[in-house]
């Protein structure tokens, strides 16, 4: 690497699609991600992106149900994770190329399709907590429980009520150790994206794949501690983390120490279902690593490296 300095940067799949927004409002929503790369490679970073799909891939597994009337056997989960993460990589490495090659001709983008290894006795496949596909209004929930009664719907923060799927803990990110090589000829490298696809390793040793969603923010979490990372940004819809999130004592927070960020944590400041997966990443990051886990929204990725907003989880 010629580089001193690696960002590992997680990028919502909210932040790309809403889980029904049509393909020209998906790439206007790439480019956006693109001026965020944009600033980093500015700042002299290589920078690897792991981005989400959970609204994308409820969309991609209703499509494969939706064919079923035309006699198309349906792709199972873990399948529909592989195609949204060649989709969204292609839509991205497109928009990145494209914003940064004007300024930086020499720039070059490399998408490497992840699996990841789960544990089969992951507690998860018992207790869906990973929100996917779009929300749903309240009035609609009787038939979706009609259409689909093996599904698990919740209320998702406010904002309406989504399927939950088994969100696994990632052990091994097979193309982690790739990275590093790769940016020999690359300067960004899109991974693990969707949080990857999730195979568990039989008594053999060999895999299957499983139906689940991984966290993209674990995976993220993974990559950087693989490849020594100097800085993780947890990208979130909001500037700054706060405690009492919604009430009248709601406070923000700018710097955390781990054993603060920690505490807060098994106080039930952050819910597994959003804020809770962020904050284990960025805690684990800053103690293995010693770097700052940063978690702020895409307008202040800037003012995060700068020190003015954003909330820092350091060692």
């Not at 390793?201 to 969603?213: M, Q």
């Amino acid at each position: 690497m010629d580089k001193k300095k690696t960002a590992v940067v997680a990028i919502g799949g909210n932040f790309l699609s809403d889980g029904r927004s049509p393909i020209p409002e998906q790439m206007k929503r790439a480019y956006k991600a693109a001026e965020l790369i944009k600033i980093l490679i500015e700042r002299d970073f290589n920078v690897v992106v792991v981005h989400g799909n959970g609204p994308q891939v409820g969309l991609s597994y209703l499509r494969q149900l939706s064919g079923q009337k035309e006699n198309i056997p349906p792709l199972t989960l873990a399948l529909c994770d592989a195609n949204t993460q060649a989709e969204i990589g292609t839509m991205l490495e497109l928009a990145i190329i494209n914003s940064i090659n004007k300024t930086i001709p020499e720039i070059e983008v490399l998408t490497i399709v992840s699996q990841v290894e789960v544990r089969a006795d992951d507690p998860a496949f018992q207790n869906p907590t990973k929100p996917i596909g779009p929300f749903y209004k309240e009035d609609e929930i009787e038939e979706i429980h009609r259409q689909f009664p093996d599904w698990t719907i919740v209320e998702d923060s406010g904002r309406g009520y989504r399927r939950v799927v088994a969100s696994p803990i990632p052990v091994k990110v097979f193309s982690a150790s790739s990275i590093l090589d790769a940016f020999n000829t690359a300067n960004i490298i899109i991974a693990g994206g969707g949080g990857g696809i999730p195979v568990v390793r039989n008594p053999d040793n060999t895999f299957d794949l499983v139906d689940s969603v991984i966290d993209k923010d674990r995976t993220a979490c993974l990559i950087a501690l693989e490849i020594k990372a100097t800085h993780f940004f947890l990208l979130t819809g909001v500037p700054h983390v706060c405690i009492n999130f919604g009430q009248p004592d709601e406070k923000s927070l700018y710097n955390l120490h781990v054993g603060e960020a920690r505490k807060l944590l098994s106080d039930g400041q952050f819910p597994k279902g959003s804020m809770g997966p962020k904050i284990e990443a960025a805690i684990e990051f800053a103690e293995k690593t010693g770097g700052e886990a940063i978690i702020t929204n895409a307008d202040n990725i800037s003012a995060a490296l700068d020190k003015t907003e954003g909330t820092c989880i350091h060692s």
